[in-house]
């Protein structure tokens, strides 16, 4: 009997990334604490826009999180104005 893999690990490097693109150092692990809440927020706050895949970057100072969903819309909003909402519950978050 063979060892079941995850598929994504196979297909890593040629047809889909990581999902989180950052180096830890000595606080890896609050780092994994942080992006699973920031994931859990978010498949939690934007659950009506279909989310299918949330990917967090980080550098020195600066996180980015790329949001793929079918219903960007619901996310934007009018004018962008639930995006400058999202960033600042992200920020308490």
């Not at 830890?24 to 706050?45: F, S, T, V």
């Not at 400058?84 to 920020?91: R, V």
Request: aromatic fraction near 8%.
């Amino acid at each position: 009997m063979g060892q079941k893999t995850n598929p994504i690990g196979n297909r890593l490097g040629f047809i889909r990334g990581w999902d989180s693109n950052w180096f830890g150092g000595r606080n890896y692990g609050d780092k994994i604490a942080e992006d699973a809440k920031i994931r859990k927020y978010l498949y939690a706050r934007l659950s009506k826009a279909s989310v299918s895949r949330i990917i967090i970057e980080r550098t020195l100072k600066l996180v980015s999180v790329t949001i793929t969903t079918a219903r960007p819309g619901i996310i934007i909003g009018r004018g962008g104005s639930e995006v400058d909402k999202l960033k600042e519950e992200l920020k308490k978050v």
